[in-house]
C-alpha cells in the first residue's frame, strides 16, 4: 500500500505523505478547518506518493495520528468552552 497525501491547489502546499487515505483525510479535514476557515479550497486533491517522500512517512513530519489526536482535543476544547460559557 502506497502512502497518500493531501494537496491543497489554492495553497500550493502538501501534507505530511500519510500511511493510509483516512489519514490523509484527516489532514485535508484538518487543512480545511484552520487554513480555509472550514471551507473547500479549489484544486485539491489526496494523491498517492511515491519515491523518496514515500520511505519514511513520519521522520520529519507530524504523524497522521498526531493531527487526529490534535482534533479531537480542539473538539474537546471547543465542548468544554461551550458547557462554561453557558
Ligand atoms: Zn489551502
Known amino acids: 500500500m502506497s502512502p497518500y497525501r493531501y494537496r491543497c491547489g489554492r495553497c500550493r502546499a502538501s501534507s505530511p505523505p500519510a500511511t493510509t487515505r483516512a489519514e490523509a483525510e484527516a489532514h485535508r479535514d484538518y487543512h480545511r478547518a484552520t487554513v480555509h476557515g472550514g471551507l473547500v479550497p479549489d484544486g ?41 460559557g453557558r
Open 44 to 84: 485539491e486533491s489526496i494523491e498517492p506518493v511515491r519515491g523518496e517522500a514515500a520511505r519514511d512517512p513520519n521522520a520529519r513530519y507530524v504523524s497522521g495520528r498526531a493531527v487526529l489526536f490534535g482534533l479531537g482535543l480542539l473538539a474537546a476544547a471547543s465542548v468544554i468552552s461551550r458547557i462554561l
